[in-house]
Nanobody, 121 residues
Framework: QVQLVESGGGLVQAGGSLRLSCVATGSVFGIRSMAWYRQAPGKQRELVAGITSGGNTNYPDSVKGRFTVSRDNIEKTVYLQMNSLIPEDTAVYYC???????????????WGQGTQVTVSS
């Protein structure tokens, strides 16, 4: 069974840094795009960072210059380095990836369980 497992969330003071990790486990045969989303209470889920299989990245203006997404294709892991955190970054962060499983060879979108990031002022 294919799963995305996140780690690295927590509580940090404004101006601090956190690094999130997300590893694809199970019968993974291929990985295309990977991304991080976040959802704050009462708000819609929004894209935070995306990275293609070729390493091209994209960010919304709200995090550009502060967040960096990277991936390790051998380890099947995507990272999100978050610097200069502000209270508005407080949210549950979700990992997303387009994966192909080795049983049915079908491409599907997968989501992690979410990890809480809280930035105190």
């Amino acid at each position: 069974q294919v799963q995305l497992v996140e780690s690295g969330g927590g509580l940090v003071q404004a101006g601090g840094s956190l690094r999130l990790s997300c590893v694809a486990t199970g019968s993974v045969f291929g990985i295309r795009s990977m991304a991080w989303y976040r959802q704050a209470p009462g708000k819609q889920r929004e894209l935070v960072a995306g990275i293609t299989s070729g390493g091209n990245t994209n960010y919304p203006d709200s995090v550009k210059g502060r967040f960096t997404v990277s991936r390790d294709n051998i380890e099947k892991t995507v990272y999100l380095q978050m610097n200069s955190l502000i209270p508005e970054d407080t949210a549950v962060y979700y990992c997303n990836a387009e994966l192909r499983d080795s049983i049915e060879y079908r491409w599907s979108q997968y989501w992690g369980q979410g990890t809480q990031v809280t930035v105190s002022s």
